[in-house]
């Protein structure tokens, strides 16, 4: 596994700016990082994002966050 792979990624809509918005809360805790007009783009930049900043994190020397377990919500069958 990957030192990026640990850490949740989502995508949410943005009704307000009418955009997808991309969130890694273990890394960006105060908001947002990224957003574009399909989910598909907006994954694939926060991915992008996430990787830089566990690579600048290891080439300083710094510790990496911890990854938060956050539970999933139960699914509900149809």
Not at 57 to 63: N, V, Y
Request: aromatic content about 10%; proline content about 9%; some cysteine.
């Amino acid at each position: 596994m990957k030192a990026q792979d640990q850490y949740l990624k989502f995508i949410r809509w943005n009704e307000t700016d009418r955009l997808y918005v991309g969130y890694c809360p273990d890394l960006f805790p105060w908001r947002a990082v990224c957003h574009g007009q399909t989910e598909e783009e907006t994954y694939s930049a926060l991915c992008t994002l996430v990787h830089e900043e566990v690579e600048e994190l290891i080439q300083a020397g710094r510790e990496l966050p911890p990854a938060s377990p956050r539970p999933m919500r139960e699914a509900i069958p149809a």
